[in-house]
Each structure stands twice: as C-alpha cells, then as structure tokens.
C-alpha cells in the first residue's frame, strides 16, 4: 500500500518568515495531493491540493509543488502568522473503488512565534 | 460548517461495552468516510460508502467494527467489545469530486 512520510515533525518560524513541509510517497499510481490544517481540538480542513498533472499551485501565501519522478510534494507558507499555527497534513491517493481513499502523512506541528 | 454533523462528540465508556456513532451529512451527498486519528497522527481510512454501499474497508476494521449507510444518507460506525487501543477520534467526511471534507468528529475514550 501507500506510505507517505513527512518532515519535519515540527517547525518553529518568527512571524514573517516562510516554512516549508514537505512528503515523500511510495505509490507511483498516487496522482491526488491533498493538505489539510487541523487547529488544536479541530477537525482537519483542506487547505490546498495539487493534482499529478501540474507541478505547482498557489493560492494567495500557500503553494504547493509536486515532483512525480521523486514521488515528493511540498507545502510552502509565505510571510506565515500566528494564526497559521496548526499541524499540517499531507496525504497521497488514488482511484479505489469510485473515490479517492487518501494515506495521511504523520503532520508536522507549525508554530509561528509573534 | 462543512456539512457535517457527528454524535457524540464525546464518549467514555468501559472497556467491553459497545459504542456506536453517527454521522449525519447537513446535504445529501453519495460519498461517505469513515477515519479514525490516534494523537500525533494523520487520519487513517477505515471506510467508504457511495451511497448505502460500501465500498471499500481498511484492514483496520477488524471484526469488531461494523459500519452502515442504511438509507444512503447518515451512517453508523459501531465497535462492539471495546478495547483501550480504540481510544481515538472517529472522524465522517464526505467527498465532493477528489475532495473530502470532515466533521467535527466523536472522541472516544475506552477506559
């Protein structure tokens, strides 16, 4: 099956700054890649995604970019703020029975210090 | 709001006991998600339903969890002889093209 890995397991950024997620997946069939913030308590929502045939997307401080021949993808946060702090996941999938059954990477812990 | 609605929000119960969840999509929608998260971890896939059929089951779901969509539009999630290693969130999603998106989800406590 699927694994995706994800690093770092945390990150601690000055208000301002970038920061970088990014994930490796095993499954070369995997052609859907979403990313999902979960606030502390929360549930996770989708924050962005990326379909295997475009290698990046951007939608205002938060891009995405997919390299298929690596099996990686990367979620990039511009000029983050405290309210970006949150875990974030990525995930990898593809077409099992009608749907797209994601495999979740572990999260990394976003902290952005004021 | 995501359209989503999950009862309990929480539950305690005993080790033993069974437990059942639901999920009630706000709309209707023919895709339906079953996922438990542990701390420290992603959401991990347990079972989907298009519409009252379900279509794929994680290995995950031992025996003793059993899900139903009876009517195409809420869901059940039942685990029956709950163990300490249940302990988690179960979290419903629906999915809209290759998009889901979650409920609030029920935190389970097996003491």
């Known amino acids: 099956g699927e694994n995706v890995e994800q690093h770092p397991s945390t990150l601690s950024v000055q208000e301002g700054d970038s920061a970088v997620i990014k994930c490796t997946y095993s499954?070369?069939?995997?052609?859907?890649f979403p990313w999902y913030k979960q606030e502390l308590g929360k549930r996770p929502q989708l924050i962005i995604d990326?379909?295997?045939?475009?290698g990046e997307k951007k939608d205002q401080r938060i891009a995405v970019t997919l390299n298929k021949t690596a099996k990686h993808f990367s979620l990039h946060i511009t000029e983050t703020q405290p309210e970006d702090s949150a875990v974030y996941f990525c995930a990898a999938s593809k077409a099992s029975g009608g749907s797209y059954i994601p495999t979740f990477g572990r999260g990394t812990s976003l902290i952005v210090h004021p | 709001d995501t359209g989503v609605s999950q009862d309990p929000r929480h539950k305690i119960t005993k080790r033993g006991q069974n437990v059942t969840f639901r999920c009630d999509p706000i709309s209707e929608h023919n895709r339906l998600y079953w996922y438990r998260q542990t701390l420290g971890q992603g959401p991990e896939f347990l079972t989907y339903?298009?519409?009252?059929?379900?279509?794929?089951k994680s290995r995950l779901l031992s025996d003793r969890f059993s899900a139903e969509r009876p009517k195409g539009s809420f869901s059940t999630l039942e685990i029956q002889r709950t163990e300490q290693g249940d302990s988690a969130m179960y979290l419903c999603?629906?999915?809209?093209?290759?998009?889901?998106?979650f409920g609030p989800g029920t935190r389970l406590t097996v003491l």
């Open positions: 499954d070369s069939a995997s052609n859907y």
């Open positions: 339903f298009q519409n009252e059929a379900q279509l794929e």
């Open positions: 990326i379909r295997s045939n475009v």
């Open positions: 999603a629906f999915g809209e093209n290759n998009e889901q998106f």
